[in-house]
DNA sequence: AGGCAAAATGAACGATAATTCATTTATTGA
DNA sequence: TCAATAAATGAATTATCGTTCATTTTGCCT
């Protein structure tokens, strides 16, 4: 079995090449404006070698989507799950959020400007797939703002929006540093995103209405 | 001058016909698998007549596009412009928002998924309109967060962050409507959000940090 | 009415790029 | 070394629309 676990490992390492490139091109132009001959002839591979590792365009463009979603959530929860108090998760969230951005800048300026959610054309598959992912990351939200509200930090009942909200926050301020300059460190943010979320804008109580 | 007029108005009002119908292919199907025969066909006439009207394809979509929008942004200044203080300034804007994307469910979304921004097939001068105009929203949330910080009540030096930060809260609670069953009021939780911004989620000054 | 101009029509064209597959090249085991 | 098997190759095929434009229809004026 020794032969067939580095063939394994070869083909494994060939198919990430052809996903790199991929994510590069189809960052810079996008699904339909890529084509498979400028993947093959970055990667270094044929054209026809491409589809031993993929089935076509599709396949390739929705595999790379995905695997490198799966990486981000992973790495958030991976942060997250190693902090104990809900203000501390919320804070590790933030932070591993601007993170993966900073280090995945050409990727994430292509997808999260789409809100984890569109690409109306590529595929309907794919749509409801990356809605779905992104649901599933409010939800693991959620778990966390429930975690406060255990803690008597956090309103009941408002969980759901509030996740939205910390979202949405999240992804205005990455969008803000995609699109300008990226300059600065977006993970330098991650106190002014939580201060927002906690405690509002306003400057005093007495302002509360 | 009276039959030029006439024609005029009925060319506008064909050429809205045929944006109407762009809209809702476009909606459903994305730029590159709606087909120009698809749009004739369904706005009644024939393919070669909308080339009367619009350049092209990529010019009937970015018509559609920045139209639509130019809407929407002339209804949030509309309606923002009609309050006084800092904080009513930011309540008609929440509401405003709002109240168009539940007006506009189909459009909104296929495009406020998107940030505002990308779509980065199509063309790379609509992309940069696009983020263009939504900076532009931007600031004018800034103005808004700045007349706050002239009346005390929000913290200077932080407004554009702020700005996206409101956005981002106003633009992720749209999302989970959209995505959801697009059931209840969305205008009922201009409050909400309103909360959350100005005074964050905790539940009393105690637990500020 | 009837002729002229403007608008509408949609079949045919052309360009693009995904995919295929017959052929070549590399790898393996005896 | 040499079959035999697997992998890689890229030219040729194919399907899909966007766009064009010669023709038809409509509307207008005298």
Redesign the interface.
């Known amino acids: 079995m020794e032969k067939a676990k580095r063939k394994e490992k070869e083909f494994i390492a060939r198919r990430q090449e052809i996903l790199d490139e991929a994510e590069i091109i189809f ?1 810079a ?5 890529a084509t498979m001959a400028e993947i093959a002839q970055g990667s270094g591979f044929a054209i026809g070698t491409l589809y031993q590792f993929f089935q076509g365009k599709e396949d390739l463009y929705v595999s790379m989507v995905t695997e490198k979603l799966q990486l981000m959530y992973q790495e958030i929860r991976d942060a997250v799950q190693a902090r104990e108090g809900a ?1 501390q998760k919320v804070e590790a969230l933030v932070k591993a959020y601007f993170l993966f951005v900073e280090n995945n800048a050409g990727f994430c300026t ?1 997808f ?4 984890g ?6 595929s309907n598959a794919l749509r409801e797939q990356m ?1 779905e992912a992104y ?1 599933g990351q ?1 939800q693991f939200i959620e778990g966390i ?1 429930e975690k406060g509200i255990a803690e ?4 009941p009942e ?1 969980a ?3 996740s ?10 990455i ?2 540093w995609l ?1 300008g300059a990226q300059q600065g460190s977006l993970a330098g ?1 991650t106190e ?2 939580t ?9 005093n ?1 007495k ?3």
């Open positions: 960052a132009k996008g699904f339909h404006a203000i292509f999260i400007r789409s809100d959610a569109t690409l109306p054309d590529v809605i649901l409010i703002i008597g930090i956090f309103p408002k759901r929006d509030h939205f909200a910390l979202s949405g926050i999240i992804r205005g301020i969008f803000d699109v943010k002014l995103v201060d927002i979320f906690l405690n509002g804008v306003l400057i109580q302002n509360k209405r």
